[in-house]
Each structure stands twice: as C-alpha cells, then as structure tokens.
C-alpha cells in the first residue's frame, strides 16, 4: 500500500527512532551504500532502494526485506554516504520495528538476537554456548547440530568454548538500569 | 618509556574470556613487557555486541553506559578495549551520548536507577592497538624487539570498527598496523581487503553469504602470499580461523593460513615464548607459519628502476 | 527635535515579508512611536509608485526624515536614498529596517513572533533615524589604469576588452606563463575544438599588446586604497633569467640535468627540468629557474644552462622586484584547482597505478603531453581495452564539497568519445545525474550515448585490484549499484579517469582577505548579487570572473571576464564616483595619544602625529568599519553615521515596547557618551 504523505507516516517513524536519522530525508539515491555493502548481491533491495520504499511509506515491504538482517555492520555505506546518513544504524532501526511488529524476513536470526540478550540481561556477559544451544535447539536441531559440529568440535578441542557462563555480581544494578531503560522506551512510543 | 600508568582502564569484553583466550594471555604479556598497568573496569558487562541493539535501542545504550560509568568512577582518562566489536560500542555510546540531548538524558536516567552516571566525553575510547602505536610509539617497540619476525609474511586485517565509522585513522586504508608489523620485522604484505568485513555474525545467519566474505578475505591474503594474518578482534580472528577448514570445503579451496592476534606476533618479537603467549589454541595452526621466520633479514628488494617508458605515479598521501 | 517628522514605510515585498509578517499591525504600531508623523504599509515600496509615495509624501506632510522596513539595505538603501534626494531631504537622514532577511524569512513558523520582532527592528530604525545627521558623500577619481590578477581565459577576456577600449591595464599572473586550465585541455566540449588553437591568438595578444603590462611570476602582496585610487604591492619572482636578452630558444633547459615531476601544467603525468618553460606555445616564451629544484641553488655547482645560453641571459643571482602600482580597479580572476583525488581513498589514488585523474587524462589525450596524445596505462605502453570514468569525486560530497562541479560531467562525457576515438575501448561512465543544461550540451550526451558508452546510473562505491570473480584478475573492479536494475554491479576496468571536483586555490580566503571582499566557506569568491550582480563584489571596485567564483566552463568564464571589463570601463567612462561618507573621525582634543587603535585599523588608515601625540584617521583609506571606535579606551573616536548616539538610540527603539514610559526618551543624545 501506498501513502504519500510524510506526516505521521512510517518514513517519520523511522527517522524518530534513529539518532541523526533526520539525514534521510537528503538521500540522493547515488546507490554508494548499495554498492559499497558486503553483502550487497545477496540483499532482496539494496539500502538505497528501501530508503525511497520508505519515503514511499511502503511499511510492509520494507519490513519484510532480507536485508537489514544481512547488514553486517560494517559501515561502510555510513563513511561513504555523501549525505552522511547514518545507514547502518538505520538497518538496526528497521530490524528493530521488524522484531516490534513481528513481521520480519524469514531469515532473520531473531531467535539468535534474542536467546543473546536473554543471556546477557541473566548473567551481564555472553555465553557464546548457551546462545548457540538455545539457538539450535529452538530452529533445526539435527541440521544446525550437524553443521556446527564440525567447527564447535575444533574449538572444543582447543579450549575455547566455555562450558559455564560467566556473570557479573552487581546484577540487581544492571537490571534495575535495563528495566529502567525499557521503560522510558516504552513511555515514548 | 611508556606514559603515567594508571589512568588505563581496561574492558575485556567477553570473547577474550571465552573463544579468544590467547588474546588477552599475549595481550596482557606484552602490555607489562611494556611496563603499562591495565586496571580492569570492575563489574563490567557484555557490551551487548551487535546483537542488542537489534533488538531494543535505549537499553542497549544503557548497557553500554554502565560500563563507561564504572570506568569513569575509577579515576581513569582512558578506556582501552581490545575487542574491535566492544570499542565501537564503547566509543559509539560515549559519541551519540555527547551528540544527542535527548539519548543522554535517557540514557542517564536509567543509570540512575543503578545509581550511577555518565557524563559523555569524560573518557577517551580507545582499542588496544591505537593505545599501543600512539602512547608507546615505534621506537620503544623497536628496542622492545629481541627476536625480529624476519622473513615472516604478515596481511595486516583490520576489519571495520576500529577505522569505521568513526576515527583517526584512514577508514579504507589505514597503515598503523602494517607499521607496527614491520617494526616488529615482518614483511607487510599488501592487503587491499585490510578493511574488508570478515562477515560478522553473519555465520549465524547464512552461511553463503558469510563463508563467501570469509573466502574473499582469505583469497587476497593467499594471493599476496601472506604466511599469516593479523588480527586485532576476537571475532575477526573467529571468522577467519574457526571457519577456515568450512570455508575451504565449500569453496572446494585449500587455505592454510594461521590467522594471529597482533599481540602474539608482538610477544614473539619480543622473546615471549610461544606457550606464554597462547599459540596451539588457533584451529588453523601457527605452527609452518612460525617455522619461517629466519635468523637474518632478508634481502630488501632492490628498487626497480624507473622505467623510461613509464608516466609518473602520483605519491599517496602522507 | 519635536519639529522632526518621521515617514514609516513598510513593505509586504509580496508574500515575502507579508506571508509571515502581520504587516499593516507594524505600520499601525509604528505610527504610535514619537515622532512619526505618517506610517504605511505597501505592496512593494521598491516600485516606482512606492518611491513616488514617499517624495509625494515629504512634499505634502513636511517629513524630514525616512524609514523603510523592507529588505537587506545591501539590495535597496541606495534606492530609497535616491528618492530621498529627489524629494529634497538629505539621503542620510533615511534608515533602512531589514524586516526580511531578520525576521519575514527566519521566523516562517510563527507569525506572532516575527511580527514582534519586525516591530523591534522598525522601532530601532525609528529612533535611529532620529540621530542621523546630514552628511554630503566624498567625490573621488578613478584611475584609469585596470588590475587584472590571474591569467587563465577569464582574465585574460577582461584584460582584452579594456585594453581594446584604450585603457592600461596591468595582469599578475603567478605562474610563469598566461593560460591557466584552459592551456592545459585538449579538446574543449561541446564542440571539441582544440582548446590550444583558440586560446593560443588570445594568449599572444595579451602578450603584445600595446595597452598591457604582463607581468607573470609575480603575486599581488597588498592592496591599500578605495574605488578608483588602489595602491597595489606586486612582488615579481625572481626569474632569474634577464629577459631583454632571452630569445626563448630552448637551448638552457633541453641542457638541464635536474628532470621533477610537473605537478601544475603536466599535473603530475609528466617531467620538466628545473629551467623550463611549462609549454610551447607559453606567453611570454622567457623560461624561468625553479630554484627549489635547481642543482645549482641546493649543491652550488652546475649551470649547465648558463654554459649554453649563447646570449648570455641568465642570472643566478636576479632577485625578487617589489613593483607598486596605481590602478582604478580590480578583477581578480584567480580560477580553481583540481581537487585532490587522494582524500577519497576507496578509489585507490596514488595507490593503484592505473587510476588517473581528470586532468592527468587530458594531459594524456593532448598531443603536445608525456604520451603524445595516446591513451595508455601507467606503464606507458599498454592500451586499455576497457576504461571506467567516475563522476563526482569530491563533489556533491558533504565529506569534502557539497556543491556540483558544474564542468565535470560534460568533461567526462569528452572523455568517453576520446577514448571511443582514440582506442575503441569500451567505456563505462559512473554518475548520479548527468548534468547537461548549456546550449548543445544534451546534444553532446546523446552523441555519446550514440557512441555506444554504457551510463551506469551509480556513484562508483570503490575501485579495487582485489579480483573476486572469473574474470577480474589483473584488473581494477569498479564496484557499483547500478541503481536503475537495482543490483550490484562489478565491472573490471584497465583504466580508471576519475573525474576531481573544481576547488578555490588554497590561498583563495587569504586572497579574499587581501582584496577585502568576501568569499563562501569553501573559498568562492562572493558576488554582491548572485543574479543581478555576479561580476561586482562587497567592495567597490573589486570584481570577480571565472571559476574563483564558483566552478564554471570556459563560456561562462569568457562570459563573466567580458561583463567584469564591461562594469570597469563604465567607471572608468564616469571619471569619478562618489563614496560613502561614513568616516571614523578621532576627537584629537581628547585623543591621549595611546595608539592602541593605530594597529588595530585593518586598512592602515590611522596615523600618529608626532608632534600632536595624537592619533589621526585619514578619510581617503578609512572604510567606516567601526574597530577603532569599539576599542578607543578613551571613547573619542565617533564612527559617522553610527554615533554613540544613534546606536544608543537603536538599542532603546528595539527595546521600546519593553520599556516603561519612564524609562523611555530618557535617551536624548548630544551628551558626551561618559555621562550616561
Ligand atoms: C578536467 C577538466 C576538463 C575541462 N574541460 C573543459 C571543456 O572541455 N570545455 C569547457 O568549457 N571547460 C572545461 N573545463 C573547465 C575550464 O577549465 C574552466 O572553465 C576554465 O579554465 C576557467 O577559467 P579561469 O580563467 O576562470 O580559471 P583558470 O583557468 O584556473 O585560470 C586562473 C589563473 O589564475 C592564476 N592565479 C591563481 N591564483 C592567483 C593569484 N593569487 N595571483 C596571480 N595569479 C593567480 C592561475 O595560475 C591561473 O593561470 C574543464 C575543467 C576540467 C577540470
Ligand atoms: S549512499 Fe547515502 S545518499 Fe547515496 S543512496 Fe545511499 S543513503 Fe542515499
Ligand atoms: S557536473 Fe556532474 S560529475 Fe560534476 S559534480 Fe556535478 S553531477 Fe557530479
């Protein structure tokens, strides 16, 4: 569906949630973000392509693209943009509003993002294992196992997975901070 | 020799406690052989690498800032990360903070539930790397080498976060760590992917896509006969180790190369020995890579002289 | 003073000021301050009808001094005072109000707010005008002699068309020969003439002519004066060759031993010696010692261009001549430099070998440059088989210039059909927007596009030597979006032309600073009115043409330098002008003779007497700037038309609706400003 106007529209939401985002509105649709990303051929729409879908409001055809998730935040497109719009940081604002919306790409690693977090806000540290596991488990356990074997086994050997997670001992501070946090985000909304 | 000690304050970040060990074992090495203290960030947490702020803006923010606060609240000028995923973090949080009201006042409010506070712009950010050219320089690296990585073939990789979006240094074609190297003895080879995204967390994703970033980063390296890479982050040297026999499979290629944290070769130069230094623990061993490095220097290539024929090249850039 | 009749005049300038400004309230407000005897609004009082308003106005109702609040007093004070003259009043008892620039047009979001402000600023004028006095403006006389600095086509065209016309004219170009960019070019678009041919006649009538005094490296090192009586300080290098005696034979530098890299005229692509002329056909034909590369001037020893000059015309100890000149006026013609290609390191300048710039490449097609006129790589030998030409390096780029160059997508479009005529190669031209908009320009693309170029509607992301694909091994790979499929595109290259934006000389601010006229934050000269006056600047009698105003291509440069002539001879036919009489003027009875303010005046115009122990301003090279009167300790400098008094007054009239009555008018001037 198309909406041409900029007002409370879904292209003004994206630039809100995006610090610097105002940049867009500048894009010249040159295409040095499309060709400079990594995995620019693999992308469903290259960056450049999904800001003129959101300047065109097209909220669930920018949503459901492949290629915030294949952003690997390399930044190249923010150095070479010559807007200097924050690109990169505009793709963690689209998978954000994806995950929000619960109308993301199927290859999205929502469930890898999240079992991460999950860990982090339990313990304070990662667990490279534990997100790996809950990861597998919760998407194709035999396949992903199978796969993963091979190189998990070699780090197994080389002692550089850990069996046990770390974590921080001030964990009521840093939950009290992130429940705060959440909660300013969500008076924003 | 190196600068008043104390005003580092140093964040691991996770990886280098779990998948990358021999990082911090040779970093910590070489940092007292260089007689500087690291005082660790007491009570730190995870950085919440790329994947918080995925999935919720302020509080990644706010995880970030914790850090930078207890680093703050220990008197330090510095923070020095040597994980290139936990300076970007580090350094983007203090920047936005400083840049946007509206994110630090936020971002302080949820501190304050922790009773704690950052005001943006009271430390400097810094990777392990630029602590070690800028504070300690060459020459005191130079006299610091015992045993020169002479014949050693190095690509020097750098990745992105270090150079992007934001720093000093050239953010396509940095050469601090080629310096580095070759003040160490090695040969620098050319590397032009030296910047290049060694996929991220993209092996999670996909491994096409990500293998392929992989690949192409190996295949420069090969092709400049690199005998080894250096790398400054966890995950980088991850990628390009860990998934180097699945890479190879995929592609049907044979690479063989050890891929090394900076800090090792470092040590190496400076006498430490291999074991101290966390060698062995590379899935992709080091062990044909360090055999090369010779007792003499090799010959320096003699210049070529110019070529009658041939149009002047412009000079780069100081 | 309560016989003094104050006329108020506001503007609507259309919707420009009436769009945001409630403008018949600030006439009705203003008719309320003291002293206003008639108040209006009106569509627009630059109109003959609003002018006649105000001289019908003085006539009927006795006013004695006038308020417009209108525009910037830059486009119109010289207008109303004009009609004030007409009307009989003296035109410096009028006051200008600038309701637009400070508040119609920064304030679009609130009406309430910008109309207040526009009364603050009206009422300001009201008690301002109040405190003006009478003043007559100075007459001066305009030499007749012209200054032209830089000698590419603009100035070259301006120097001309005044000398034609029978009048002296002196050019100070820096480099040793006349010609600028344009010497440099092969082929000029649209029409692909050869640049050489059409310049080269031109070259030599400034070098021969009777009316010029050429004068090449040498650079301006002051200027002191106003219109019509400039005082020029010009150094004039040491050449070190005696010219009266060269005949430019060549035999000194096919001699020298000391071969550099050309960076100015070959832009880097070539070699000259140390003695050199920097081409053929360069006016004057006098070569000049480079005495930085020099064997002679760094190991003492060499002059193998002295042994072999057969007239004896060369001097290793010639110094540096200062020469002092009077002129009437001024146009700088400075031109541009390329930008460096370097700061963009994703295109592998400097770096990869096979990446050229635009003007490396014209140097190269050009068949009096390094490789006579053949396109090949670096190597000197090979022809590319396939060549990829970037636009926009550097320009439309906030990291190094925002603005469009202007010339480089037609010279791209040149390039593409040279290459086409010279190699066959297949060509690949990278843009954003191809930007054609002169006479025969989109003609010109669509010959390319006939050609058989392939546009790719892309900015090229990087160029790299990492091969990836089959297929790319020894090449460089442009990497793009090709926007118009929306895909990513890699295509292997032999030879890559980047095409560098048009920059201002590095020294362009300081040569700004020198002539005293104003310059953008990049360094493009300003003009005092981008439409209506683009030759003329801030100060009168310094204009400006060519590219050091902004990037332009030769028609536009040749253009501007014939208008700038045009602007010069119409004051050089008047004889005299007439300058503004805003003086600072220095109470020498109460002057402590501190002279603090003797350094302070940017123009030099404040003189010690000696035997006074008094500082003293001279008229003829004050410009009224007010720095000496903000910094006299003892406060007894008054800058004319902006008295203590008036400005005191201003402040209040800004203040006046948030005074109370008793505060007000308290303010009556003519006390000496330590009593209040
Ligand atoms: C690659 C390229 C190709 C081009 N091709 C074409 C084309 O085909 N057709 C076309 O119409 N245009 C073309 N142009 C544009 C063209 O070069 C300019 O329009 C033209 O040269 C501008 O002339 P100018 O006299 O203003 O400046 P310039 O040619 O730059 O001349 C300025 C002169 O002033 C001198 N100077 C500078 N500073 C001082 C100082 N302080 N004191 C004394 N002297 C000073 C300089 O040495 C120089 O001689 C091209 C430009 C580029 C970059
Ligand atoms: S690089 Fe910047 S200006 Fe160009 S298309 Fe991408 S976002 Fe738009
Ligand atoms: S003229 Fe063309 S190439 Fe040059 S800056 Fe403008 S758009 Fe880019």
């Given at each position: 569906m198309q909406d041409n106007s900029r007002g409370s529209s879904f292209y003004k939401r994206v630039i809100e949630a995006?610090?610097?985002?105002?940049?867009?509105?500048?894009?010249?649709?040159?295409g040095t973000c499309g060709g400079s990303c990594p995995s620019g051929p693999d992308m469903d729409a290259t960056p450049r392509r999904l800001f003129a879908m959101i300047a065109a409001n097209m909220e669930d055809e920018v949503l459901g693209c492949n290629t915030p998730w294949y952003?690997?935040?390399?930044y190249y497109c923010t150095v070479r943009c010559p807007q200097e719009i924050p690109v990169t940081d505009l793709m963690y604002t689209l998978k954000r509003m994806a995950i929000a919306r619960g109308r993301?790409?199927?290859?999205?690693h929502v469930t890898f993002s999240s079992n991460f977090v999950d860990l982090v806000e339990k313990n304070g540290r990662s667990f490279e294992l534990g997100v790996m596991t809950r990861t597998m488990l919760a998407s194709h356990p035999i396949a992903s196992a199978l796969k993963a074997s091979g190189y998990g086994l070699s780090m197994m050997q080389k002692g550089r997975v850990s069996l046990t997670p770390e974590h921080i001992e001030n964990m009521p501070q840093l939950t009290a901070i992130l429940d705060e946090a959440k909660h300013i985000a969500s008076q924003k909304e | 020799m190196s600068p008043a000690n104390d005003h580092y304050a140093y964040y691991p970040g996770c990886s280098i406690r779990s998948t990358s060990k021999a990082y911090e074992q040779s970093t910590m090495k070489v940092v007292e052989s260089l007689g500087m203290t690291f005082q660790e960030v007491e009570d730190w947490n995870c950085c919440g690498a790329t994947e918080y702020f995925s999935i919720n803006s302020l509080p990644a923010y706010s995880l970030v800032a914790r850090n930078l606060s207890l680093a703050a609240e220990q008197g330090a000028s510095d923070l020095v990360a040597p994980c290139s995923a936990c300076f970007l973090n580090l350094h983007k949080t203090d920047k936005y903070m400083g840049k946007y009201k509206d994110l630090n006042e936020d971002v302080n409010q949820a501190l304050a539930a922790g009773n704690l506070g950052y005001e943006p712009g009271s430390l400097q950010i810094r990777h392990l790397l630029d602590v070690i050219v800028e504070d300690i320089g060459f020459d005191t690296i130079a006299e610091k080498?015992?045993?020169?990585?002479?014949g050693l073939r190095v690509a020097p990789y750098y990745g992105c976060?270090?150079?992007?979006?934001?720093?000093?240094?050239?953010?396509?074609y940095p050469t601090h760590l080629d310096e580095l190297l070759r003040v160490l003895g090695a040969t620098v080879v050319d590397f032009?992917?030296?910047?290049?995204?060694?996929?991220g967390h993209m092996t999670q994703i996909s491994d096409e896509t990500a293998y392929e970033l992989i690949r192409r980063l190996l295949h420069n390296a090969d092709e400049y006969q690199a005998d080894a890479i250096a790398t400054i982050c966890p995950m980088c040297q991850m990628n390009l180790d860990v998934f180097q026999p699945q890479v190879n499979r995929m592609f049907k290629t044979d690479f063989d190369i050890p891929i090394l944290y900076f800090t090792q070769l470092m040590g190496l130069a400076f006498g430490i020995s291999e074991k101290e230094l966390g060698?062995?623990?590379?899935?992709?061993?080091?062990n044909a890579a360090l055999k090369k490095i010779a007792d003499e220097a090799p010959e320096?290539?003699?210049?070529?002289?110019?070529?009658?024929?041939a149009l002047p090249m412009p000079e780069s850039l100081p | 003073m309560t016989e003094e009749k104050v006329g108020v005049y506001v503007c609507h300038c259309g919707h420009n000021i009436a769009g945001t400004v409630d403008v018949e309230d600030v006439a009705e407000w203003a008719?309320?301050?003291?002293?206003?005897a008639i108040s209006r609004d009106y569509k627009?009082?630059?109109s003959s009808l609003g002018q006649e308003l105000v001289e019908e106005d003085v006539k009927e109702y006795g006013l004695t001094r006038i308020v417009v609040a209108a525009c910037s007093p830059h486009m119109h004070e010289p207008t109303f005072r004009r009609a004030c003259e007409r009307a009989g009043?003296?035109?410096?008892l009028f006051e200008m109000a600038n309701?637009?620039?400070?508040a119609s047009w920064v304030h679009t979001d609130d009406i309430n707010a910008a109309t207040e402000k526009a009364k603050a600023i009206v009422g300001g004028s009201i008690r301002r005008v109040m405190e003006l006095e009478p003043l007559e403006p100075f007459i001066a006389e305009i030499n007749e002699p012209t200054l032209v600095v830089g000698g590419g086509i603009a100035g070259i065209n301006t120097a001309l068309e005044i000398a034609n016309a029978g009048h002296p004219v002196y050019m100070v170009e820096?480099?040793?020969?006349?010609?600028?960019?344009m010497a440099q070019l092969d082929k000029t678009f649209?029409?692909?003439?050869?640049s050489a041919c059409i310049l080269t006649p031109k070259m030599f009538d400034v070098g021969n002519h009777p009316n010029i005094t050429l004068m090449t490296y040498s650079e301006v090192e002051q200027v002191d004066g106003y219109v019509g009586n400039f005082t020029v300080r010009v150094r004039k290098k040491?050449?070190?060759?005696i010219t009266d005696l060269c005949?430019?034979?060549g035999d000194c530098w096919s001699r020298c031993p000391a071969k550099v890299v050309d960076d100015v005229y070959e832009a880097g692509l070539g070699y000259r010696t140390a003695?050199?002329?920097?081409?053929?056909?360069?006016?004057?034909k006098y070569p000049v010692i480079d005495v930085d590369t020099c064997i002679y001037y760094e190991?003492?020893?060499?002059k193998a261009c002295q042994k072999f000059c057969p007239t004896d015309a060369?001097?290793?100890?010639q110094e540096d001549e200062i020469v002092v000149l009077n002129v009437g006026n001024i146009v700088l013609a400075t031109g541009y430099k390329l930008f460096d290609?370097?700061?963009?390191?994703?295109?592998?300048?400097?770096?990869?070998?096979?990446v050229f710039t635009s003007m490396e490449f014209e140097r190269m097609v050009n068949a009096s440059g390094p490789t006579g006129g053949k396109v090949l790589l670096r190597d000197g030998v090979t022809e590319p088989q396939t060549v990829g030409i970037i636009h926009c390096v550097g320009s439309r780029d906030r990291s190094y210039?925002?603005?469009?160059?202007?010339?480089c997508c037609m010279a791209a479009l040149k390039f593409a059909h040279l290459v086409k005529e010279r190699t066959g190669a297949e060509i690949y031209n990278f843009y954003i927007d191809i930007r054609t908009?002169?006479?025969?320009y989109e003609e010109f693309y669509h010959r390319i596009l006939e050609e058989g170029a392939h546009l790719i509607r892309g900015r090229a992301a990087e160029v790299t030597?990492?091969?990836?694909?089959?297929?790319?091994?020894g090449k460089l790979i442009i990497q793009a979006e090709d926007t118009l499929i929306g895909k990513q595109r890699r295509i292997p290259v032999d030879m890559v032309v980047l095409m560098a934006a048009m920059e201002p000389y590095d020294d362009a601010v300081e040569v700004s600073h020198r002539f005293g006229i104003g310059c953008s934050e990049a360094g493009f000269f300003t003009e005092k009115?981008?439409?209506?006056?683009?030759?003329?600047?801030?100060?009168?009698?310094v204009f400006i043409a060519g590219a050091c105003a902004g990037p332009k291509d030769i028609p536009e440069s040749v253009e501007q330098g014939a208008a700038a002539a045009a602007r010069v001879l119409t004051l050089i036919g008047q004889g005299e002008i007439e300058i503004e009489p805003i003086r600072a003027t220095i109470d020498e009875d109460r002057c402590?003779?501190?002279?603090?303010?003797n350094n302070l005046c940017p123009y030099s115009a404040i003189e010690f007497v000696e035997d006074l122990g008094v500082s003293r301003v001279n008229p003829a090279l004050c410009?009224?700037?007010g720095t000496c009167v903000a910094a006299c300790p003892s406060q007894v400098i008054e800058g004319q038309h902006f008295t203590f008094d008036s400005i005191m007054a201003q402040i209040e009239g800004v203040l006046y609706d948030r005074m109370e009555d008793t505060e007000r008018v308290t303010y009556l001037g003519s006390q000496p400003a330590e009593a209040k």
């Open positions: 995006t610090p610097g985002g105002e940049a867009l509105s500048l894009c010249l649709q040159c952003c690997v935040s390399c993301y790409h199927k290859d999205a | 080498t015992e045993k020169p990585l002479w976060l270090i150079v992007r979006p934001d720093s000093k240094y050239n953010p396509e032009p992917l030296k910047t290049h995204c060694c996929g060698f062995g623990s590379e899935v992709v061993s080091a320096k290539a003699k210049k070529a002289r110019r070529d009658k024929k | 008719a309320g301050m003291p002293n206003v627009f009082m630059c009043l003296n035109p410096y309701i637009r620039e400070h820096r480099e040793p020969s006349i010609g600028g960019h649209p029409t692909l003439d050869c040491a050449r070190k060759i005949t430019g034979c003695i050199y002329r920097p081409f053929p056909q360069a006016v004057p190991k003492g020893t060499c060369i001097d290793f100890d290609a370097r700061k963009v390191p994703q295109y592998g300048y400097g770096r990869l070998a096979n210039n925002q603005y469009c160059s202007n010339t908009p002169s006479k025969n030597d990492a091969a990836r694909l089959p297929g790319e091994e009115h981008p439409k209506l006056d683009p030759v003329a600047t801030m100060t009168d009698g402590s003779g501190c002279r603090i303010c410009k009224g700037c």
